[in-house]
């Protein structure tokens, strides 16, 4: 029986310190592996858009985590990826977005 507690306690601690840490994980290879996002056309085959599709699979693999528990979260997850997000925006929790440094919030707004 202690065993199965053991395990149980071992799979609880480990998804929630998943939730609190993977979301910055993924925050750090946005800026590293891409800095800011660039308007324009990019190749295919290029540099551009191997580190646009490594860090996109990256982001999709950690996920927005705690940030997704309210949209105070949401909105912070938002600038700490770039995005320009004004005040009392609300946003849903399944909105997919994307490209963040392109993105321009303004006050109130409801996405």
């Not at 990256?58 to 949401?74: E, K, P, Q, T």
Request: glycine letters at 10%.
């Amino acid at each position: 029986l202690d065993r199965y507690f053991s395990l149980l306690l071992a799979l609880a601690t480990t998804r929630i310190a998943a939730r609190l840490v993977m979301p910055f994980v993924g925050i750090a290879c946005k800026w590293i592996l891409v800095g800011r996002y660039k308007r324009g056309r990019h190749p295919y085959y290029s540099n551009e858009y191997l580190r646009w599709w490594a860090c996109d699979q990256i982001l999709a693999i950690c996920g927005r985590g705690v940030f997704n528990w309210s949209n105070a979260g949401s909105r912070i997850y938002l600038r700490l990826m770039g995005a320009k997000v004004g005040k009392g925006v609300v946003i849903n929790t399944r909105a997919n977005i994307g490209e963040y440094d392109l993105i321009e919030l303004e006050d109130n707004v409801t996405l």
